[in-house]
């Protein structure tokens, strides 16, 4: 699974690296913007990725990967169809091969607000030579790998620097053909291959192209003179007949590169660099500010920063646990719903929208899918790729992983409470509730006796629920049982919304659905039985289950019975499971004991590896018996944004009202959330630690944006007016739109 890895940019004769950042770099570190180190890991797993939500992968890799585009991969263990990340070669391998003088690398930033991978070289003290290699995904050139070595020379004598490129890496994905440049340059070059085999055989056989800078010697010399400033950018421009705008023949495909690459060679080093950043730059327009914990600031940033490199709005594929790299083979799980997507409607509707399109594109293969099992409406597979079918599972387990289904629902209710749009409700949002609902109908058992329905055979979030006699799955899991309620209810809710008589069966169904509770506990029961159902796994939960109950669901409930679910349960997790359950654990402790909700806050950020925040599946990377134990686990990065956004922001979208309730964290000064959106509104929260009051600005808004009031915790109302900042009591407040 691991990338193939080739160092770039390394000077063979570098000196030892010193331990202090480059002085301009401080600041920024300062600013949790940039992540340093005097030294590159020597486990390529903590290095960072690199991307823009269409094409990506691990700095200095050979290869790069592509959003949507798989290739068949045989697992064997009598797995259904299987999928993998298509591996599309690097055509720009670059390495600093030769300096004079001799420079010394001084260290490697991640640039989180940039974007950019940082290498830095120097020459001897008092020399004013430096040399910067800037590594990017380009953002809004979507296409567009860039490599850029910019060299500053204050010396009184020429700097020269030599910079070779590689031989293009072997793929066993595609069947690759090298062409000459298509623009008829000499400093450029290409190749188009085509998928040896598809996902499936339903899916097309991808056509991808390259376009890219080349030289005949492979190595070219940057020279700066005295006292001057040179520059050079080797640029690749990747492209694939699933968006080539002319047609889908490789000579089509081979056209959308070549202007793709023909526009970004027009531009100067400098502007190609400066609109890159520009992009980022609207994209961190919304964010989450700590001050007092420099720590913390760099994780919020590093975790905000994985999930946008994952994932953009003007391509609509769901991102996978791995983000832009092969882990989980780039495939889509329930991830993406319940912890990847939820940041996305707190802070980019468009993104959260376009997520949700693909779930929406993929209904055929899901009613399919559906129909494989003798059930009707949308059953969407437990994981997929491209084309929306089920992929890489036992088929053993295939019917059973169904809460997915529900956790579309669940995600479709909060985006249509965030935006009131009825418009994408009857397009888009509706027509996934009615098959998901449809789905629920067939696969629940009423009882003809009694007026209770349940569903059986089913594997929770807790997947070390399987079952016994193995594998056949547990019945009436709390958490299936309450997200297909929602699932039933929202569909009902939709259709009345958008004018449409609703099947009542939905309603019939919702209302009998069996929902476990322990009388004497006073807690809700994880399944029937619990915890015999996880006997293989030693009585071990998996991960968060029942408390999801109160975060994301937000079902209501005695405060007791939160209080006893949260200590119930905290004594069955695994210690090696994924970090998402600490981010829930702290948000549902907030409303108990902060002190407890920022343990968890902690333990959690145990799973991000330094010195570049990588995220990993469990603490110990190394140490993970049950899971892939993937690096880049942009999975656990959505959860412990959720921690912060809807834990310490206490951000809920309600069916007409988006609830706050700002909290500081007790290892910070002050928490802020930047441009959180609500029905076209963009709310700056603020709070300092100990101040008995919060601040709440409508930074901006988008056409069509409603008016807002906030009634705070002492039932003051307080209209929303944009650029007028409203001071609110600490507490529960409460923000809706309001007719002026």
Not at 64 to 91: K, L
Not at 297 to 323: E, H, I, K, M, T
Not at 596 to 616: K, R, S
Request: charged share 15%.
């Amino acid at each position: 699974m691991r990338t193939p890895i080739v160092l770039i940019g390394l000077l063979a004769c570098a000196a030892a690296a010193v331990a202090a950042p480059p002085a301009e770099w401080a600041v920024r570190i300062a600013q949790g913007n940039l992540l340093y180190s005097p030294d590159l890991p020597k486990d390529s797993g903590y290095w960072p990725v690199l991307g823009n939500g269409y094409i990506g992968n691990v700095i200095y890799s050979q290869g790069t990967y592509m959003q949507g585009v798989f290739a068949y991969a045989e697992r064997g263990g009598g797995f259904i169809q299987s999928a993998s990340r298509a591996y599309i070669p690097n055509p720009i391998n670059v390495a600093v091969s030769n300096t004079n003088p001799s420079l010394s690398n001084v260290g490697y930033g991640l640039d989180i607000e940039r974007a950019v991978f940082l290498s830095r070289w120097e020459g001897p003290a008092g020399s004013n030579i430096v040399l910067e290699q800037r590594s990017f995904f380009h953002r809004t050139i979507r296409s567009l790998q860039v490599h850029q070595y910019v060299l500053q020379n204050g010396s009184p004598s020429p700097v020269s620097v030599t910079i070779s490129l590689s031989k293009l890496d072997a793929t066993a994905d595609f069947n690759i053909s090298s062409l000459p440049c298509p623009l008829g340059a000499s400093n450029c070059s290409a190749f188009v291959g085509q998928l040896n085999r598809a996902e499936s055989d339903s899916a097309p056989r991808v056509v991808i192209a390259v376009v890219s800078t080349s030289n005949p010697t492979s190595s070219v010399t940057l020279t700066a003179a005295p006292n001057s400033k040179n520059s050079i950018s080797f640029l690749a421009a990747y492209r694939s007949s699933l968006d080539s705008p002319a047609g889908t023949a490789p000579g089509d495909v081979i056209a959308a590169a070549a202007k793709d690459f023909a526009s970004a060679s027009a531009q100067s080093d400098e502007s190609l660099f400066q609109s890159h950043i520009a992009g980022w730059a609207q994209l961190w327009k919304t964010g989450i500010e700590v001050s007092g914990d420099l720590k913390l600031a760099q994780n919020v940033n590093a975790s905000l920063y994985a999930l946008y490199s994952a994932f953009r709005s003007d391509w609509p594929f769901a991102p996978s646990p791995g983000g832009l790299t092969n882990g989980y083979h780039g495939l889509v799980y329930w991830d993406n719903e319940m912890w990847i997507l939820p940041p996305f409607i707190s802070f980019d509707h468009d993104a959260a929208k376009a997520n949700l399109f693909y779930r929406y594109a993929r209904i055929g293969p899901a009613e399919q899918h559906a129909k494989t099992f003798s059930y009707n409406g949308t059953f969407f597979p437990w994981n997929s790729a491209y084309t929306g079918e089920a992929m890489d599972l036992n088929p053993v387990f295939d019917p059973f992983m169904v809460h997915s289904v529900g956790d579309i629902a669940v995600e479709l209710r909060t985006l249509f409470y965030a935006t009131q749009d009825l418009n994408w409700l009857k397009t888009v949002g509706f027509p996934l509730a009615q098959g998901i609902a449809n789905f629920w109908k067939s696969r629940v058992t009423c009882n003809a006796t009694s007026p209770s329905c349940s569903i059986t055979n089913v594997c929770p979030p807790d997947e070390y629920a399987i079952g016994i006699p193995e594998s056949i799955g547990v019945t009436d899991s709390v958490f299936t049982n309450y997200v297909a309620k929602i699932s039933l209810d929202f569909a009902t809710e939709a259709a009345q919304l958008l004018g449409i008589t609703p099947d009542p069966a939905w309603a019939s169904i919702s209302n009998r659905l069996v929902i476990l509770f322990d009388p004497i506990l006073k807690i809700h029961t994880e399944y029937k039985g619990f915890p015999k159902g996880n006997v293989v796994y030693k009585f071990v939960v998996k991960q968060a289950d029942v408390i999801l109950l109160q975060y994301p669901l937000d079902i209501e409930m005695p405060d007791q019975v939160r209080f006893n679910d949260i200590t119930f349960y905290n004594q069955f997790y695994d210690p090696t499971g994924p970090g998402m359950t600490r981010s829930i654990s702290s948000i549902v402790w907030l409303d108990f004991n902060q002190t407890m909700a920022q343990y968890e806050l902690n333990v959690a950020q145990e799973n991000i590896q330094q010195p570049f925040a990588v995220w990993t599946e469990t603490a110990d990377p190394y140490n993970h018996p049950n899971d892939a134990g993937i690096f880049n686990f942009i999975t656990g990065a959505g959860g412990f944004i959720q921690s912060m956004v809807n834990g310490y922001g206490g951000v809920r979208y309600r069916a007409n009202t988006m609830r706050i309730n700002p909290r500081v964290p007790l290892s910070s000064k002050s928490f802020k959330l930047r441009g959180v959106m609500y029905l076209g509104n963009h709310i700056d929260i603020f709070l300092n630690s100990g101040a008995a009051t919060f601040s709440v600005t409508v930074s901006a808004q988008d056409k069509d944006a409603k008016n807002l009031q906030l009634i705070d915790s002492t039932g003051t109302k307080s209209l929303l007016v944009p650029g007028k900042t409203v001071q609110a009591a600490v507490g529960e407040a409460n923000i809706s739109s309001v007719s002026l």
